[in-house]
């Protein structure tokens, strides 16, 4: 990489560190820093949103997808996409017109209302350990990101460079600077991937006639892959709509239940086509690169995920590559930023909270801010020991989905209150699914752990609410 390209890259990371120091001079206490003073407009939420959900761990696993199996690897966003219609119509109006939720800053509050204190700790700590582990996925697509471009650059320095400058601009800037930066963030890589990034990557392999003379027939079609492939997408991200922290905060942040469901439909269509197609297509094009042999030092053996970085460290000019790694390292920190939120709201608020009360709003905001800071260190401590984005990241969703979302459905729309059930219901779902990805247990039919989690978690909550109402009977 160029002095240019350095430039523009140093340029770009401390114009991020400015808009945290802009706003953590503006926060004022939680309400600022958690929920963004709950009167931010549809657009910036909803480019927000699929900003975090997407992403740099999905925009590099997106490419890693493409380039093993071409455009079928769409399907995965478009599950992101029913997700958040789905949302939309049915969680949006729930949430945002209950008066009882008005004053909420995270997801396990309102399971703490839906049935009791312990059911809120519980969802708190696999709320916190999933966002954990999704923010250090994001730290390690940027870490992958930047050693694929800079030659010289060894991954485990990469991703303490990154990670520090996430960390730090979110630990000052609360969730007013996450979503502000979201917004820029995502305009530039929709940018640098729609002028740049594709164009350039389709005339350096020779166009459609170097496409379609170097993959096979099966790397255009929607349906190269199984129907397993597609089941476990949807039961891990569909769900995730309904149980994200990342995604109830921009619900509290929104101004009202109009802004919120625009938000959402937004976010939807910008996950499906627009960015599921940008990512596959790009990971595609390096895939026909390697398989023309253009690729220096490269090859189809290597980590998938790192081909679409070595492509465009290959292929851009300087100038060019500077504006591109920042439209990329802009994905990466939309979402690590809002995890790192997720988890910090998590401890802060739900853990430690009763530790706060009668405190001022300066000492808030100060414990949030240290709070922030550890967690982002032991992000990417456990980054550190990873080595693949998109597996580290559908684990961490999976053990949310299949702990949460049973306890929240049934609170929400079925009335249902039995504190015990809930607890029962998390402790269940969560652990199954994380003893069997952990114990790496194949399962039948090549489904994923967290359908099995899920059932489990189903069990768990009938069962318990069946017992106890037979005892009262």
């Known amino acids: 990489m160029s002095f240019i390209d350095l430039g523009i890259f140093l340029a770009y990371m401390l114009a991020m560190l400015g808009v945290g120091f802009f706003y953590m001079k503006k926060n004022t206490g939680q309400e600022d820093y958690y929920v963004g003073g709950r009167n931010i ?19 590099i696993g997106l490419g890693g997808l493409g380039f093993a199996m071409g455009i079928s690897g769409s399907w995965m966003l478009f599950t992101g996409l029913l997700g958040a219609w789905i949302a939309a119509v049915l969680l949006i109006p729930r949430v945002k017109s209950d008066s009882a939720f008005a004053g909420f800053f995270t997801f396990p509050q309102i399971i703490g209302h839906l049935y009791n204190s312990n059911a809120a700790r519980v969802s708190a700590i696999i709320c916190f350990l999933g966002y954990l582990g999704f923010t250090s996925s994001q730290l390690l697509a940027g870490a992958k ?32 600077a996450v979503i502000y930066t979201d917004t820029i963030q995502w305009i530039i890589l929709m940018l640098g991937l729609i002028l740049i990034g594709v164009p350039m990557a389709y005339n350096f392999v020779g166009g459609w006639e170097g496409i379609s003379n170097t993959l096979p027939i099966e790397f255009f079609s929607f349906s190269n892959l199984s129907w397993q492939d597609l089941a476990n997408w949807g039961i891990t991200i569909v769900p995730i709509w309904f149980v994200g922290m990342t995604l109830y905060q921009r619900i509290f942040a929104a101004r009202d239940v109009k802004t919120a469901k625009k938000a959402w439909f937004i976010a939807g269509l910008f996950e499906w086509p627009i960015m599921a197609f940008l990512g596959v297509s790009l990971g595609l094009l390096s895939r026909v690169a390697v398989e023309q042999g253009a690729l220096e030092g490269f090859g189809i053996g290597m980590d998938p995920e790192m081909g679409l970085p070595v492509l465009l460290s290959q292929i851009l000019p300087a100038g060019i590559l500077g504006l591109m790694m920042s439209a990329y390292f802009s994905a990466v920190l939309s979402t690590a930023d809002s995890c790192l939120m997720a988890a910090s709201g998590n401890l802060t608020t739900d853990l430690l909270g009763r530790f706060l009360k009668g405190k001022s709003l300066k000492h808030e905001m100060r414990v949030s ?32 989905v299949s702990g949460l979302l049973v306890p929240v459905i049934g609170g929400l729309f079925f009335n249902q209150t039995n504190g015990t059930a809930a607890v029962s219901s998390m402790i269940a779902g969560g652990s199954m699914t994380a003893g069997l990805t952990i114990a790496e ?21 009938v069962s318990v609410n069946y017992i106890q109402k037979k005892s009262l009977s």
Request: hydrophobic fraction near 60%; avoid cysteine; charge should be negative.
């Open 41 to 59: 407009g549809s657009w910036h939420i909803g480019l927000s949103v699929v900003a975090t959900d997407v992403g740099g761990g999905f925009s």
């Open 369 to 400: 801010q240290i709070v922030t800071l550890l967690i982002g260190g032991v992000a990417i401590l456990i980054a550190w020991q990873m080595t693949e984005v998109l597996s580290l990241m559908l684990y961490s969703y999976a053990f949310m």
């Open 145 to 176: 990101l930047a050693s694929g471009t800079f030659e010289a650059l060894d991954l485990h320095i990469a991703l303490l460079i990154m990670g520090g400058i996430a960390v730090v601009y979110t630990v000052m800037g609360g969730l007013k």
């Open 441 to 461: 247990i194949s399962l039948p039919f090549g489904l994923d752990a967290n359908l099995f989690g899920l059932i489990v978690s189903l069990v768990a909550f």
